[in-house]
């Protein structure tokens, strides 16, 4: 069995000791056993480990995932090489320590494979950038912590990820049903990455379910300042009027700025979101009907919430 870093609670010392064997290891460097250089080695190999995972106290964080948690958090929505995180771990397995920070902790680290996807979307780029990040210059083994908060509904919905990524079903089909068994809830890249078994193409079909589909994907991009970069959250589980499906996205947030994001009609906003109330969200209504003639434009939409929006239509039929 591999042998694990011991941290001693005492960097110093562990780097004097360092130093000490790197030190003595001059004398080895002068012989010709191969063998016996590598072995020599060995100490100092396991002394640098128990350094660098001493350099978070064992009293805040006492295992190696804590470390790596620990180590995020402190550096929130910034790009973190991998190493870095091999170096506070102190173990070699580090990768799997991630992993299992996402699915069964509910920590949302970003990989670089998942911004890479992310940089066919335009709006994306853009968003990342605002915050520092250009996903056509991140590594895949970069890692990046999109949020402090632990997200503890999330071990849940890996269990139903693991469910719909065994189907022989599209990826768009996929991501739909995963959606829709998580109305309301925000998913992150990395969820639907893995739901896509790793294919590129999940950003795309996002977009496509959402300005083909009609189905009311909200992101950051949208609207939905309350979102972080990369989330996206199924706001009603109903697809748009077919006609209001197509609206670009730069008009629609453009109408539901002018608006003061709230219904036109009763003036629901989502700060007023309970669980009783049937308004849920904010959609698009076209003053002229798309199939009267009416344009995708700002002066020909308005913003209702959905009881409205609903409302407004039966007056048409």
Known sequence: MARRSMPNGNPEKLRQSLV??????????????????????????????????????????PSARDRIIAYLR???????DGDELMVVS????????????????GWWIYSGVTFKDMAEDQEEVDS?????????????????????????????????????????IAVKDKIIEY?????????????????????????????ELRTEDGWPIATKN?????LAVGVYVLEEDKQTYEHDRKIPDPVRV???????FKCAECGWSRNML??????????????????????NTAENLITLCNVCHDTEHRKKH
Request: aromatic content about 6%; charged content about 40%.
């Open 20 to 61: 000490e064997l790197l030190t003595n290891f001059a004398t080895e460097l002068k012989r010709s056993d191969l063998r016996k250089k590598v072995i020599a080695l060995i100490p100092a190999f396991h002394k640098l480990r128990d350094l660098g995972s001493s350099l978070i106290p064992e009293s805040e964080a």
């Open 74 to 80: 402190q550096y929130p929505q910034k790009v973190i």
């Open 90 to 105: 102190g173990i070699g397995e580090w990768a799997r320590r991630v992993r299992e920070l996402r699915v069964q902790f």
């Open 128 to 168: 990342l950038k605002a915050i520092g990040i250009d996903p056509s210059k991140i590594k895949p083994d970069q890692y990046v912590l999109m949020r402090i908060e632990e997200d503890r509904d999330a071990a849940h919905r890996w269990n139903v990820l693991n469910e719909i990524r065994t189907k022989k």
């Open 179 to 207: 959606f829709r068994r998580n109305v309301g809830v925000q998913i992150t890249g990395e969820e639907l990455k893995y739901l896509a078994k790793d294919k590129s193409e999940w950003p795309r079909r996002v977009r």
């Open 222 to 226: 949208t609207g939905r300042d309350d």
């Open 254 to 260: 453009e109408v539901l700025k002018r608006d003061g």
């Open 274 to 295: 309970s669980r009783e109330d049937p308004r849920k969200m904010l959609e698009l209504h076209h003053r002229q009907h798309h199939k009267d003639g009416g344009e």
